[in-house]
């Protein structure tokens, strides 16, 4: 079939058996990101890590896990990796003061991370748009 010979007029709705693919995948609640963080933080860790059952919102990242700055760092990239361009760990631990840094707890990242995913995510540029330098 030709351009000219495709049928005019809006486009056939899928038929009901048809599964469509939704615009946005939903939003996993705080007790699924922090089983995934948990797992993000054993693999950083390695064999140093903790039991994943023992990681809990309350859970600090320096006292109780004894994260050092790169394993700050290999979280960042894990959770880039897990999560995608959505959640990102080092522009959130900038918004931060020292002490909060310091004191920052597995359950405020799990926080921050379904608020990004929650979040609606960028309209993409039109065409012809100029990116502000």
């Not at 933080?41 to 919102?57: K, M, Q, S, W």
């Not at 309350?58 to 994260?67: M, P, V, Y």
């Not at 597995?106 to 039109?126: F, N, Q, S, T």
Request: charged share 25%.
């Amino acid at each position: 079939m030709t351009t000219s010979e495709l049928p005019t007029g809006a486009a056939p709705l899928a038929a009901p058996d048809q599964k469509t693919v939704p615009d946005r995948l939903p939003v996993p609640d705080e007790k699924t990101v922090l089983a995934e963080i948990a797992g993000l933080i054993v693999t950083v860790l390695g064999e140093y890590a903790p039991d994943p059952a023992d990681i809990r919102p309350d859970t600090l990242f320096g006292d109780d896990l004894e994260l050092e700055s790169i394993d700050l760092v290999m979280l960042s990239a894990q959770l880039q990796e897990w999560y995608g361009e959505r959640v990102n760990f080092a522009e959130f631990v900038a918004g931060l003061e020292i002490d909060e840094v310091i004191a920052l707890s597995v359950g405020r990242l799990v926080d921050h991370v379904v608020a990004c995913l929650g979040a609606e995510p960028a309209a993409a540029p039109g065409p012809g748009a100029v990116r502000w330098s």
